[in-house]
T-cell receptor, first 111, second 114 residues
Framework: DQQVKQNSPSLSVQEGRISILNCDYT??????FLWYKKYPAEGPTFLIS?????DKNEDGRFTVFLNKSAKHLSLHIVPSQPGDSAVYFC??????????FGQGTRLTINP | DTEVTQTPKHLVMGMTNKKSLKCEQHMGHRAMYWYKQKAKKPPELMFVYSYEKLSINESVPSRFSPECPNSSLLNLHLHALQPEDSALYLC?????????????FGEGSRLTVL
């Protein structure tokens, strides 16, 4: 059973616009949520995280929003840049050591 | 040094071979991970070592054998693998306690089993 879901396999956005990537989860015991970015032939790199006790965290062009009642989080990238084209994984921390990943969303930024 | 280094980057092996994947980090992290990722799928946790002791084994078949010789090194020994084990194997590390649980990943070792 997939505990972390990213229902959009792909997303295409024009350069300069806002990219919104979504993630849903089922386990209310997750205490941290993280977003990772992955280029081809590279390992995932950490982007931004949010604690389950917060509803927003911002870092430069990246903002993560958490809606605990809906068990939903989203990553906003604004403005989107061509270098943002990658696969984005949502992940949730379960216990002290375990990260559970969503299926990923391929973001393409068009010039 | 904020890198996790994995070798080899690519490995092709037959079903009767014995090979190993290696992972190294010098960030002083005391937790190290093996994940497996198949095409168009999320990374799936295989093993976690915490302070050089195996703390999580996600019911991985015994043909995969992890080893943590010291706090900087993590190996994955492979023996009698099946073609369906072909995947990208990702090593990761993190601080053993505190923080967000952020993992630092290596670039992965792409394994092909013939």
């Amino acid at each position: 059973d997939q505990q972390v879901k990213q229902n959009s396999p792909s997303l295409s956005v024009q350069e300069g616009r806002i990219s919104i990537l979504n993630c849903d989860y089922t386990n209310s015991m997750f205490d941290y949520f993280l977003w990772y970015k992955k280029y081809p032939a590279e390992g995932p790199t950490f982007l931004i995280s949010i604690s389950s006790i917060k509803d927003k965290n911002e870092d430069g062009r990246f903002t993560v929003f958490l809606n605990k009642s809906a068990k939903h989080l989203s990553l906003h990238i604004v403005p989107s840049q061509p270098g943002d084209s990658a696969v984005y994984f949502c992940a949730a921390r379960q216990g002290a050591q375990k990260l559970v990943f969503g299926q990923g969303t391929r973001l393409t930024i068009n010039p | 040094d904020t890198e996790v280094t994995q070798t080899p980057k690519h490995l092709v092996m037959g079903m009767t071979n014995k090979k190993s994947l290696k992972c190294e980090q010098h960030m002083g992290h005391r937790a190290m991970y093996w994940y497996k990722q198949k095409a168009k799928k999320p990374p799936e946790l295989m093993f976690v070592y915490s302070y050089e002791k195996l703390s999580i084994n996600e019911s991985v078949p015994s043909r995969f054998s992890p080893e943590c010789p010291n706090s900087s090194l993590l190996n994955l020994h492979l023996h009698a693998l099946q073609p369906e084990d072909s995947a990208l194997y990702l090593c990761a590390s993190r601080r053993a306690s505190g923080g967000t649980g952020e993992l630092f990943f290596g670039e992965g070792s792409r394994l092909t089993v013939l």
